[in-house]
């Protein structure tokens, strides 16, 4: 008995900081960049399985788009999330796959070409599937193998596709869906020292082309490159908190073939706390702000995650 609660906490430690990225769990590409997502490269016992639901609020300037002729925008956005993950063996390697389904509500004000203006949207956002994958410092084991691995320092990469499956209206210009496909490529390194986890992660996200964008205008959308960093603290009983701060640069967009003045640099802030409750649950509360210096969100949010964890641990 004992054995199994060792696996089932250190378990619920691990694996409750893995998946939700808290903001706009929609399409905003400036905001998207810098996901605050603490712990994502931690090992897991290979079959187990996870069930997410989340809520998260957010308000402030909260713009779709940068390329968007909108002034003095603020917005209200309620984001609902439901996502699946399952910790596999990928060649001999430790690996995750997971599923991300959003759904938005929102409320919109501004100026657009010097006029007042509003506009409400409810609906899906756009799927994201990603495949996770730690190279160095994290092998694929079963539940037996697990409860005697240590972390010290491991090495990933994880690819995200984010398809367009989300509410899209060309002849609008707020959308919750992008009606274009994203990837978003990631390598991270946590190293753990005592009660503390240090992270630091690189991404880059690379845009289709948008050819309904507005009324049938074509949209492209230059590379958007953002780092990460995490401090990691363990609590008694499972629980732990984080803090975590990421910078996006780039993603300038062009509208049929001109080039606009809509450079993304935005800076963001973020603060998890985690913590198990009963033997397969656990439920994660993050805080989180964002600031730009040219473009990009500028918005303060409060979301709650909750987790269900499932699998065979022998």
């Excluded at 997971?98 to 070409?113: E, F, H, M, N």
């Excluded at 005697?148 to 210009?173: C, S």
């Excluded at 009324?215 to 230059?222: I, Y």
């Amino acid at each position: 008995m004992y054995y199994q609660f060792t696996i089932h906490n250190h378990l619920l430690k691990s694996w409750i900081g893995f998946l939700f990225s808290v903001c706009l769990l929609i399409q905003s590409n400036s905001v998207t960049a810098q996901e605050l997502e603490p712990r994502s490269l931690t090992n897991l016992p290979v079959g187990t399985n996870f069930i997410l639901a989340g809520y998260s609020f957010s308000k402030g300037d909260i713009l779709l788009d940068p390329a968007f002729p909108i002034e003095d925008l603020n917005a209200q956005l309620h984001a609902f999330v439901g996502a699946y993950a399952r910790a596999i063996n990928f060649f001999g390697l430790s690996s995750k796959v997971d599923v991300i389904v959003p759904y938005a509500i929102g409320d919109w004000t501004g100026l657009y070409t010097g006029i007042d203006t509003a506009t409400s949207r409810s609906g899906f956002g756009d799927l994201r599937v990603r495949l996770s994958v730690n190279m160095l410092g994290a092998p694929a084991l079963n539940g037996s193998q697990f409860a005697e691995y240590k972390q010290k320092t491991i090495f990933g990469i994880n690819v995200q596709v984010i398809l367009p499956t989300g509410q899209y209206f060309p002849e609008k210009l707020i959308n919750l869906g992008s009606n274009r496909f994203t990837f978003r490529p990631q390598l991270g390194i946590s190293h753990r020292t005592g009660p503390w986890i240090l992270e630091a992660y690189m991404s880059g996200w690379f845009f289709l082309r948008n050819t309904n964008f507005l009324g049938g205008n074509k949209l492209n959308q230059n590379p958007l490159l953002a780092i990460k960093f995490h401090a990691i603290r363990s609590l008694p009983k499972g629980m732990w908190v984080a803090g975590g701060i990421g910078y996006g640069i780039g993603g300038r967009t062009i509208i049929n073939e001109e080039e606009k003045d809509t450079r993304i640099s935005a800076l963001r802030l973020g603060i998890t706390f985690a913590f198990p409750f009963k033997t397969y649950h656990a439920l994660k509360i993050n805080f989180n702000s964002g600031f730009r210096f040219e473009r990009g969100p500028d918005f303060d949010a409060i979301g709650i995650l909750y987790q269900y964890r499932w699998g065979k641990l022998k």
